[in-house]
């Protein structure tokens, strides 16, 4: 298996967690975003099993643990320092250590600084800047679409400057992350037209600095390695606005265009499992790297993902015969869809195939019913400008109109159609568009949408007279060597970063479209990495049966305005094919309908877009400003109880000593009463009904150490019925 950004996310997390807590029992103390950022690559478990005794909210009312360390995993914003202050001023807990998800801005740190208490009480500070969202191995987005109104609506101009600050300090950390200190390059568009062509260098220029920065404030990056160094290319949604437009084919791509995937905390699609049993339920599925079916399908040719799927199934009917209907047919999606209802053994494989069975089906209804074929046939051709043939397409104008005229074509999918032709074409006449809108029975409000592309630097439009332009691709398609092949000829398009990502792996990319922020000083350095690391690349058998140390150059592309899921796929597949591993980033992953809708927003008023930098800024609650109540004396419970269903050795220390070999005198008492009713929830050894004062210690032996064996399954139950990271609330009475 090779390299992840879940797994490096996944590591830094837990690995900070384990060297603080060093076998001693503490709390964790999260914010709603940095619970996002943990909530996204770590299992809860992972947390606890790093003695963590419970998981609480900065946000929400928590009893005083004065007696108890606290980790704070904290995102860097202001109101979250005023929650961390009111904690530090109550003394809440007995000593506490900072970890930040991302740069703390100098003000807030002075503000930190500067109280007396915080500097008694702070065993710690550091950052760890992972304020990123892996959502596959090799796929980062920031969950932020504002991203892309920020960058090119016309009246956000004043807080671009700022945003791009923001956008640079993640593409930073993701580097820090995956170990890589990288040259920066950036596109650099032909002739532009628009304002935001700038776009891309500017942002190069700001992560070149951070990076930069952070080296200097961190001598021991990067860590020595055998890799070649990196390279991070910057580039913006305005080099290729083909891509999220055209209906992709493959797997993943067509399903997110199609299908109602649901994109939240998590990647889901809604269906019915054990459809037409009593146990039937609806159920949303997670579509995420943990899917194995879904990873080996994904960046499939549709066609090649319902063969795939249907083989799979007739191997498993092949090795368990028994589960075979003589007269059953394996030849059909729903005949399949129908044995596996009766296969309840097999309950996790029966979902996981059920799934993307229904998901391919409904997809191929759509492709038939929406006569995507015949669609498909003159997108291509208006995005690669060459017919099935490879030569240049007659008759394109008198196509297109043809399929405006059927009506079992969408609306959304003519408006698309309308857009490609007129990118084609490089830009026509204002009454053209109107005929073309008319003709498509579309609201003439979708000319806005149209105009809108020209924030991107499409041509739109252009007078009678006016010459087109440069229309060359930035990477001509070399039509020598090019084998018309029927069978995948509405597929023949391919983003602008597969030749991108080629040239640059060979050594070979344009330095004038792609300049450095810093230009190397041997001008070839880039051809003698791209000849050297492909001789050096290994054969598949070389490393059978053992893990080799991947030396394999990374390269990250940060897309600025959102990426496809077309583009994610062609980082997989030039990485495989030149033994590179190639990371995408960007703030948000664009679906054709998405792209539309953000296009058209670039003409809305900016007050109606509801920009999170426009909303009131979030305040502390203020029952973190509240006095306590003064503390009751606990009662003595009587003996002969402790804690349920925890197995002993990992029940927290008193006061949360530190760990290690503990004495037990022969008269000591046990456990007593009082722990019956302790909880290790949100309110671990306290009470509400006391005041929130300290129950009396519990005499047990030193946590089990986390190279421990010894599997905490009881003590984990308990936990998570309280809800750990869903954590239980307490009342705001």
């Not at 914010?31 to 003695?51: A, F, M, R, T, Y």
């Not at 760990?659 to 022969?666: K, V």
Request: net charge neutral; proline share 8%.
């Amino acid at each position: 298996m090779g390299v992840s950004v879940i797994q490096e996310q996944h590591d830094i997390i837990v690995d900070t967690i384990k060297q603080i807590t060093q076998g001693d029992w503490k709390v964790l103390v999260i914010d709603e975003n940095s619970k996002k950022v943990i909530d996204n690559v770590v299992k809860e478990d992972d947390i606890l099993n790093q003695n963590i005794a419970n998981i609480e909210r900065i946000e929400e009312r928590r009893p005083m643990n004065p007696t108890m360390d606290a980790i704070y995993i904290l995102s860097p914003q202001p109101h979250i320092v005023d929650c961390l202050i009111a904690d530090l001023e109550s003394r809440r807990y007995r000593k506490s250590f900072l970890v930040w998800t991302g740069v703390l801005e100098p003000s807030l740190r002075r503000r930190i600084d500067s109280s007396p208490l915080a500097k008694q009480q702070l065993g710690g500070f550091q950052t760890l800047s992972i304020d990123y969202f892996p959502k596959e191995s090799h796929l980062v987005t920031f969950k932020d679409p504002w991203s892309f109104p920020v960058l090119y609506h016309p009246a956000c101009n004043g807080l671009v400057a700022k945003h791009m600050r923001d956008l640079a300090q993640k593409i930073t950390g993701l580097c820090v992350s995956l170990g890589e200190y990288p040259k920066v390059r950036y596109y650099r568009p032909r002739a532009p037209i628009h304002e935001a062509a700038v776009l891309s260098s500017h942002l190069a220029r700001f992560v070149s600095e951070e990076l930069d920065e952070y080296a200097q404030w961190n001598p021991n990056f990067p860590s020595p390695t055998s890799r070649p160094q990196g390279i991070l290319l910057v580039t913006d949604r305005s080099m290729d606005l083909m891509a999220p437009l055209i209906h992709e084919f493959t797997y993943q791509a067509m399903a997110h265009d199609l299908l109602p995937i649901k994109e939240g905390d998590k990647t889901t699609f809604h269906m019915t499992v054990n459809e037409d049993s009593p146990e039937a339920e609806e159920k949303d599925m997670e579509l995420g790297d943990k899917d194995k079916v879904w990873v080996d399908n994904r960046h499939r040719h549709m066609k090649d993902t319902i063969e795939k799927l249907m083989g799979d199934f007739q191997k498993f009917l092949d090795q368990n015969p028994h589960f075979t209907n003589k007269d059953g047919d394996t030849t059909s999606l729903n005949a399949i869809k129908d044995m596996l209802a009766g296969l309840p053994q097999f309950q996790e494989m029966k979902e996981t195939y059920s799934l993307h069975l229904t998901m391919a089906q409904e997809c191929m209804n759509i492709f038939q019913h929406h006569k995507l074929p015949d669609i498909a046939s003159s997108e291509q051709t208006l995005a690669t400008g060459l017919d099935e043939d490879f030569r240049k397409p007659k008759n394109v104008l008198e196509g297109v109109v043809r399929l405006l005229d059927d009506d079992a074509i969408t609306q959304s999918d003519r408006l698309r159609l309308v857009i490609m032709y007129i990118l084609y074409r490089g830009g026509v006449i204002m009454e053209d568009i109107k005929r073309l809108l008319s003709h498509a029975s579309l609201p003439p409000q979708d000319g806005e949408i149209i105009a809108n592309l020209e924030f991107l630097g499409g041509r739109t439009t252009h007078g009678l007279k006016d010459s087109k332009g440069d229309l060359t691709p930035i990477f001509p398609i070399d039509t020598k060597n090019l084998v018309p092949n029927e069978e995948y000829s509405l597929s023949r398009f391919q983003p602008v970063l597969k030749p991108l990502l080629e040239n640059l792996c060979r050594g070979a990319l344009d330095q004038t479209q792609f300049p450095y922020v810093k230009p190397p000083l041997d001008p070839n350095e880039d051809a003698i990495v791209g000849q050297g690391s492909l001789r050096a690349a290994k054969p598949s058998w070389a490393g059978a049966g053992r893990r080799v140390v991947e030396n394999r150059q990374r390269i990250i592309i940060f897309m600025a305005g959102g990426a496809t899921y077309s583009e994610s796929r062609v980082c997989y597949e030039v990485g495989s094919a030149l033994s590179r591993d190639i990371f995408l980033a960007s703030s948000h992953m664009l679906t054709p309908e998405l792209f539309v809708r953000q296009v058209g927003d670039l003409s809305v008023d900016k007050r109606r877009l509801d920009l999170p930098m426009d909303r009131p800024a979030p305040r502390a609650p203020a029952h973190l400003f509240e006095r306590p109540a003064p503390p009751t004396a606990a009662a003595t419970p009587p003996p002969g109880q402790r804690l349920p269903g925890a197995p002993i050795g990992r029940v927290p220390a008193p006061g949360g000593l530190p760990g290690g070999p503990r004495l037990r005198d022969a008269t000591s008492q046990p456990p007593t009463q009082a722990m019956g009713s302790m909880s290790l929830g949100s309110g671990a050894a306290f009470s509400p009904a006391n005041g929130g004062a300290l129950r009396p210690a519990v005499p047990s032996p030193s946590p089990a150490p986390s190279g421990s064996s010894e599997k905490p399954h009881k003590l984990e139950k308990e936990k998570k019925k309280r809800g750990l990271f869903g954590m239980k609330k307490h009342s705001h009475g």
